[in-house]
């Protein structure tokens, strides 16, 4: 066991552990610690605990100090340097007449390095663009070419929920999302109702689907046989979250379906969620 803390550099980024040195840090006060870019300024996400060997990540890089008044006032200038380097390299972007849209700049504590972070649809080509930059700001140039949900991350916004992207908001990383997870979820498979405002699979599909699941091992499928107070029939809808069916009855088909709760029926057989490869075609570039 090990004794660290917790830190992280974004409101949302992921939090890294270091050695805290003896030092006792309480949650939301700021620190200085060493890292693989030099000296960085974060949040502590995580107050001092212990954790196993085996989840850190070696070696373990050590706390300075405590943020000081001083290196407070220096992050907020650095923060006011970000934006008018954001400026001057769209200004060089354009001048240059790349394909890039550039989406966030980013001043490590010591301002031995200025990141840049852009999109673009393939790869570019900015040796150019780094002579540029570094010959503005005599300082060492890194760009870094990130995806759209990164994107998204750094922006924030609201999302068609009505609420703050959860990227933006309390995910600390992205993980797969697939075109079944939507469909398990009983949600039509239309671009515009599953996906975000970065053109993906939204993120929630993924946090929600193990809940969706265990729903699924106790409610029947669509195409499942069930047995109702009516009689056989075939479940032609599903509502995982209110738990009732609507049901096609056998003795009556061309009757309007009936509907049921989960507990009023009783499953013979039944029926599994599948995607249509046509489907899965149509909308693989949302994955």
Known sequence: ?????????????????????????????????????????????????????????????????????????????????????????EKRIEARGLEMKLVDVEYTFDNSKILFYFTADGRVDFRELVKDLAGIFRTRIELRQIGVRDEAKMLGGIGICGRPFCCGSFLGGFQPVSIKMAKEQGLSLNPVKISGACGRLMCCLKYEQEAYQDLLRSTPKVNAIVSTPDGKGVVIDQNLLTRRLTVRLDKDPDAAPKVYTVDQVKLLKDGRVKVDKKELEQLKDLE
């Not at 960085?40 to 373990?60: F, H, K, Y």
């Open 1 to 89: 066991m090990a004794e660290v803390i917790g830190v992280r550099f974004r409101s949302t980024g992921k939090v890294y552990y270091f050695d805290p040195c003896g030092e006792k840090l309480r949650k939301g006060s700021m620190a200085l610690v060493e890292t693989a870019r030099g000296i960085e300024c974060g949040e502590v996400a995580m107050e001092n605990t212990e954790v196993r060997d085996s989840a850190i990540i070696q070696p373990l890089r050590k706390l300075i100090r405590p943020a000081t008044p001083e290196d407070l006032r220096t992050v907020e200038e650095n923060h006011k340097k970000e934006k008018s380097a954001f400026k001057a390299c």
